[in-house]
């Protein structure tokens, strides 16, 4: 290859965009293009021949994602620091099988994840798009834009759009295979594609077909030193603890034991957990704690097949038909440790599993009229073996359209899709309420069951390792759930031009169109789940619903001056969009942008956007289920504090002299989630300032300063299980509010459930800076006498993220820029930056990525005024990642590239009762260590 057009593919490759950068036209000058007739940037509709987006654009090329060596597009996208990670590999608990993107920390459903420009197919009744269902090696490019866009791209835009432009004009046969694994030799990946394509009926045509399989070894916590323990904060230290519900069984609030039978001679001790003999043993925090961490994926197994194929034919002069086909077959498994069944049950006083000192103690307690002694206990259901989930999702979309010229000066385009998607969800190894109730309450030998209905068999949960198997296959349950979307969409729009302004050489750019969309999706779950009669996952009710919409919108581009002193260009945009959503009605949305170039290497540009979201079908029709969100009960010892109010503590269920005193049985706290049908719409403001500078032409700095303030957003109900707590014992502390009757307790005072149905809670406030550099020069050395150097500097400073949970608590907010932990999640660094380094030579490419997580603070420091010493673990330090990469291109036929992730092998804090999972936030943070990849790809012409 030639040094020049190995620069300027380099250049197309790797350039990386931003606020209208101008570093593509150059590209494509070098590329030999003598002239660029329209072009669609994301951010607008309107074609346009000068590159510019509307909004704060960064691009990444295809190269990127070959370079990197990542076979799942999220990964990719995580690395930029706009983003905030989400779901992905490693999203064990919470996860569902998805892998997602988040904007800004918006929320993955404020995100409008786009193929082609149009609405891809939604992987949940909430419409978020899984990019597992996005074939990386497709991409021709991958543009994002932040800030509100709901003006032209409609619901769902809040936070701003990822736009995927694919390959659909592919000749000749390739076939790609790409593998890589662990420095620890587990947790491969691999992935093979097949892409054909070719034209016909004289060059009128082109059809592309892609097929493509993926798979993803496991990898479980117990691998790796860091995960194999759950670590919990005890005595000012990390140390191994774990949960309540121990293979011995936990009874909570049990009678006093007397050994030796003797009162008061100091052997007494409560009854907490028993030994394998069924003797009573006492609860010794954190020793007696049963450690789930092992049994739980560290990377989730994945196995996936995709196929697609894109066509266009010129039925006649300035006339095409085009049509896009997916198809997507996805199956992710997760697992956790066996079932935790924490419920009452009867114990026969009398029973032969129990030793005598228990039998003596338990005959000194009130019994009911079955003459049995009810306790609440937590029964770690090893026997029954670990919690499995599998997620199976078939997806399916197809759309046709018509485009062509009405006149020199106009063009259209009209289109419909349709997507479909069915998904199974299968439980394992979960364990029947009824029947461990029932097989609980034995007789006196422990040779029947006191009920013997259903051929009950009874089971001694008094000890580690006593539950016999047919005990065992009497409680075990599965299940299947089914769920079903269907998402249809028709657009008609109308592209041109009209008048050119006297100070202006370019005339005026119109948009007009019409769209029309209907979502309907429908949650079944099985007959166990709807029942509640399920220990191992979560209760769930069905969730049916749909909703459609038929909206207007248009957008115009105003040169108004040009070539003129103090004004090479200067230019207005605006859009609008009048949607009449059949469930809230009708709302607009609108935006403008001025852009100025005061000189040719300067330009400047402001924005402000008006976005709204309808709410989906998940929010709106969300059936109740439980979940277990990790929250520190501020009426326990380890959540008390001054600003606690005693009375409300005890008016909601804790017993006199308990405030501040009983311990919290676990770090996480079972709370119902649902929808709710009267939940209105978001609405979003977005301001953008920005500057692009080019003092050279192989030089572009970008500055771009967003604010984004979100009304009426809608979360769970107070925002999350922390902050009802919070609100309700240290702001409101009236057992009437709504917060504390949100509360309900146990016996033996811990919290039941929270009740965390949506709502539209108060707002979201964030603000920061984009600072990206991207600098290319051609070098006078290397293997054929010349190279090409790029580098790319990409960078985010948060300077706010706020957010009021609670409308009418204007004045309690969480301040959550630079923390982390229950109240804000995963960590919202500051600073966040990554550097791209490549040097090309020949057929020869090495590549260089280093990024950058800022450190952040347990979010307690700022919004409770903690004290940073009092904390086990106060901050989430900075890391450091590189990686290392290089590419050679064999013939020009074939090619290679191999290389490091997180070749310093950075690991992650670690980290106590704020973390997410694993001890840490394994979406943020890598937890596996260096891998090594290597990928190849052959052509056949």
Avoid at 89 to 97: A, V, W
Avoid at 119 to 129: D, K, L
Avoid at 639 to 660: E, F, M, R
Wanted: glycine share 10%.
């Amino acid at each position: 290859m030639k040094k020049s057009a190995l620069s300027a593919a380099i250049k197309g490759a790797l350039g990386v965009t931003s606020l209208a950068m101008m570093l593509p036209a150059v590209s494509m000058a070098q590329q030999g293009l003598d002239s660029i007739e329209e072009v669609v940037v994301t951010g607008s509709r309107i074609k346009r021949a000068d590159l510019e987006s509307v909004s704060p654009l960064t691009s990444i090329g295809a190269e990127e994602f070959k370079i990197s060596g990542n076979l799942n597009v999220e990964q990719k996208l995580a690395e930029l620091p706009s983003t905030l990670p989400s779901f992905g590999p490693s999203s064990n608990n919470p996860g569902d099988g998805t892998a997602r993107v988040d904007l800004r920390g918006l929320g993955t459903s404020r995100t409008l994840v786009l193929v082609n420009g149009r609405r891809y197919i939604p992987a949940t009744q909430a419409g978020v798009v899984d990019l597992n269902t996005i074939p990386g090696t497709l991409i021709k490019n991958v543009d994002v834009v932040t800030g509100g866009a709901s003006a032209v791209y409609g619901s769902d835009a809040l936070a701003g759009v990822v736009n995927f432009t694919m390959i659909d004009d592919f000749e000749g046969v390739e076939v790609t295979g790409l593998w890589d694994q662990t420095s620890e030799a587990d947790g491969q990946k691999y992935n093979f594609d097949i892409t054909m394509g070719g034209n016909f009926a004289d060059g009128k045509g082109n059809a592309t077909v892609y097929a493509s399989y993926s798979g993803r070894d496991a990898v479980f916590q117990g691998d790796r030193e860091f995960s194999k323990f759950a670590l919990t904060e005890s005595g000012g230290e990390l140390v191994p603890g774990g949960s309540s519900g121990v293979p011995g069984t936990r009874v909570f609030g049990g009678p006093t034991i007397d050994p030796d039978g003797i009162p008061n001679s100091g052997d007494e001790f409560g009854l907490g957990t028993f030994g394998s003999d069924g003797s009573a043993q006492p609860w010794v925090e954190p020793d007696s704690r049963f450690n789930y961490a092992p049994d739980n994926y560290l990377q989730l197994p994945q196995e996936r097949y995709l196929v697609n194929s894109f066509a266009h034919y010129e039925i006649a002069e300035g006339h095409e038909v085009y049509s896009e086909f997916a198809f997507a077959h996805n199956k992710v498994p997760q697992q956790l440790a066996p079932t935790p069944a924490f419920t009452t049950v009867e114990i026969n006083p009398n029973s032969a599993f129990l030793d005598q000192a228990t039998r003596d103690a338990l005959a000194g307690e009130t019994l009911n009229a079955n003459g049995n002694y009810e306790a609440f206990i937590g029964r770690r259901m090893v026997e029954n073996g670990p919690r499995q989930a599998v997620d199976t999702r078939d997806a399916f979309r197809l759309l046709v359209g018509l485009r062509g010229d009405i006149s020199d000066a106009w063009s259209y385009d009209v289109y419909y899709s349709r997507a479909n998607l069915d998904q199974s969800n299968l439980l394992n190894n979960d364990v029947a309420a009824s029947r461990f109730k029932q097989a609980v309450a034995t007789n006196d030998a422990g040779t029947a069951c006191q009920d013997t209905s259903g051929g009950c068999v009874p089971m001694n949960i008094f000890g580690a390792g006593n539950i016999s198997s047919e005990a065992v296959d009497f409680v075990n349950v599965g299940a299947a759930n089914v769920t079903s979307i269907t998402q249809e969409v028709f657009q008609a729009s109308a592209n041109g031009t009209l008048v050119t302004l006297p100070a202006a050489s370019n005339p005026v750019g119109l948009v007009v169109g019409v769209e029309s969309r209907a979502d309907e999706s429908t949650y079944r779950p099985d007959s166990f789940l709807s029942a509640g009669d399920v220990l191992g996952f979560n209760a769930g009710e069905a969730t049916v619903g749909s909703y459609s919409s038929r909206e207007l919108f248009g957008e115009i581009d105003i040169p108004l001056v040009e070539g003129a002193p103090f004004a090479d260009s200067l230019s207005l945009w605006g859009a609008y969009r009048y949607s009449d959503y059949s469930n809230i009605g009708g709302v607009s949305s609108y935006a403008t942008t001025l852009s100025w170039a005061p000189v040719e290497m300067v330009k400047l540009r402001t924005g402000y956007q008006r976005a709204v979201r309808a709410p989906n079908v998940s929010e709106l029709f969300l059936g109740s289920s439980n979940g277990f969100p990790g929250a520190v009960d501020p009426c326990s010892a380890g959540g008390y504090s001054a600003a606690v109010d005693d009375a409300t503590c005890i008016a909601t269920g804790v017993a006199p002299g308990q405030v501040g005193v009983f311990a919290q049985a676990n770090t996480q706290i079972e709370s119902t989630f649902g929808g709710n049908a009267e939940l209105e719409e978001e609405t979003s403001n977005t301001f953008t300032f920005g500057a692009v500078i080019q003092p050279m032409d192989n030089l572009d700095i970008a500055i771009d300063y967003y604010s984004i303030e979100i009304d009426d957003a809608i979360s769970v109900f107070g925002g999350n299980a922390n902050n009802v707590l919070n609100i309700c014992y240290t702001m409101e502390k009236d057992v009437n509010s709504p917060y504390c009757s949100a509360i309900t307790r146990r016996a033996d005072n811990n919290v039941d459930n929270i009740s965390l149905l949506n709502a539209n809670i108060g707002k979201i406030e964030t603000a920061g800076v984009d600072f990206n550099v991207n600098y290319s020069q051609d070098l006078d050395f290397g293997i054929d006498g010349g190279s090409y150097l790029t580098v790319q500097f990409l960078s985010t400073y948060l300077q706010k993220f706020d957010v009021t949970p609670v409308q009418d608590l204007p004045n309690e907010v969480n301040e959550c820029a630079g923390t982390f932990g229950n109240t804000c999640g995963s960590p919202l660094a500051e600073w966040q930056w990554n550097t791209r380094v490549t040097w090309a030579s020949g057929p020869l490419t090495l590549s260089s990525l280093v990024r950058y997580i800022g450190e952040t603070d347990d979010d307690t420091i700022a919004n409770e005024g903690v004290d940073p010493s009092t904390l086990v673990v106060p901050k989430q330090d900075a890391k450091v990642y590189l990686d290392l990469s290089a590419g050679y291109a064999i013939s020009d036929n074939f090619n290679v590239n191999f290389g490091i992730k997180n070749i310093l092998d950075t690991e992650p804090t670690y980290t106590g009762d704020q973390q997410e999972q694993a001890n840490t936030f394994p979406s943020t943070y890598d937890v596996l260590g260096p891998r090594y990849f290597v990928s190849a790809s052959y052509k056949f012409q």
